[in-house]
């Protein structure tokens, strides 16, 4: 499984949970998207603290799901994968938040990811 098919069933995977509010089932996913969505689930409510802390004029839980979720994931690989190079993890998920949100979510989800990253950047 590539890293971006890991993502994008990590973000279904997510989704559905963060819709059903309850734990995700991920017992037929790859290890890649495995640890993905675990982690993310392990620590959202951190990784909402921080989302919410650079995303101005947005409450973390007012956000279009979908977005959140790819924002979640996101920083996430920002804070445990230092493997990736940061354009890329960016990159990815803007290219989700065109492909499974609106238009506008591209932009968006750069915005705020580029002042997280740059916030990594400086500790």
Do not use: C
Request: glycine share 6%; charged share 30%.
């Amino acid at each position: 499984m590539k890293p971006g098919d890991a993502r994008e069933t990590a973000l279904r995977t997510l989704y559905e949970a963060d819709q059903r509010r309850s734990p995700p089932d991920s017992a037929d996913l790859e290890a890649r998207a495995i640890q993905l969505v675990s982690g993310v689930w392990d620590e959202r409510h951190q990784l909402d603290a921080a989302i919410g802390a650079v995303s101005s004029g947005w409450r973390v839980e007012r956000m279009p799901p979908i977005d959140r979720n790819i924002l979640r994931i996101a920083l996430w690989e920002l804070e445990h994968r230092t493997e990736t190079p940061v354009a890329v993890i960016i990159s990815e998920a803007v290219r989700l938040a065109k492909v499974y949100s609106t238009e506008r979510s591209g932009g968006f989800v750069n915005g705020v990811l580029a002042k997280l990253a740059a916030d990594r950047t400086k500790r």
